[in-house]
């Protein structure tokens, strides 16, 4: 694949700056969406907005509302169109499953006449440490977000990393960072025991790796202008960046059984 591979930030706000839109992000490679990060309600508006369409697969960093909240909409959508009911790939943890159980399957009788499980619409696919999608190797990693195994990241080694919602992960990211790749980032102005403040990233990261840094899921704009004037680069909202194409998942898996 010799194409031009990009992110796209659907949303980059927290979960209280919804006019920002909920943090989200979709992988395009050649202009044609590949996966979509997250699926909040704004972020599923914003993907329908700008693909005139519903996303075919999702990976799930954690099960807050500003992150699944837009699954129902898309199993409905899903169930009653028959070309993709049943295949709409929907990419979580294995750890994930019994919460995404019990916030959004165990909801009694998902069509009110009966006849369909909420898991009917996906094709879920539960993953330990990653994932094959499109012929292309996905690492996925725990972050610290509420308690341990409740939260993950994702990274297309050579290409990008997401930490999804969480404090500095600086560990997680050394295993599987080429020195090049971007690195989306959680990050308001103040941290708090869930996410990362700009202290906390002033002091967990090296400059070297702040510079490969975009951060979003921050509270208003006026907070985003003073990340900015710290010297980081922050992502807005629609914003489109291109990234490295990524390394194939043999060299990739040899370079960090190297480190
Ligand atoms: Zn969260």
């Not at 009966?114 to 619409?121: C, M, P, Q, Y």
């Amino acid at each position: 694949m010799n194409g031009q591979w990009q992110l796209r930030f659907l949303g980059v706000g927290n979960a209280s700056a919804v006019e920002l839109g909920s943090a989200a992000a979709v992988l395009e490679y050649d202009a044609a969406p590949m996966l979509l990060i997250d699926c909040g309600q704004e972020a599923l508006t914003a993907y329908v907005t700008q693909y005139a369409r519903m996303p075919d697969a999702v990976f799930i960093t954690h099960a807050h509302f500003d992150h699944i909240g837009g699954c129902e909409r898309l199993f409905y959508q899903a169930l009653f169109d028959p070309a993709r009911c049943g295949k709409v790939r929907l990419y979580c943890a294995a750890a994930l499953v019994p919460i995404l159980q019990s916030r959004l399957g165990d909801y009694p009788s998902p069509l009110a006449e009966g006849g369909a499980n909420f898991w009917d619409a996906f094709q879920l696919v539960p993953v330990g440490r990653g994932f094959w999608h499109r012929g292309h190797w996905f690492d996925v990693f725990p972050v610290r977000h509420h308690l341990p195994n409740t939260a993950f990241g994702l990274a297309l080694t050579g290409a990008f990393l997401w930490t999804g919602d969480t404090r500095p992960i600086a560990d997680q990211i050394a295993l599987l960072d080429d020195g090049k790749m971007l690195i989306a980032h959680d990050c308001g102005l103040l941290g708090n025991p869930s996410h990362t403040g700009l202290e906390d990233l002033l002091r967990d990261y090296s400059p070297a790796t702040r510079r490969r840094m975009v951060l979003y899921h921050y509270a208003s704009t006026a907070d985003a202008e003073q990340l900015a004037a710290a010297g980081l680069r922050v992502a807005q909202r629609g914003e489109v960046m291109p990234l490295n194409a990524p390394i194939p998942a043999l060299q990739a898996c040899t370079r960090a059984w190297s480190n």
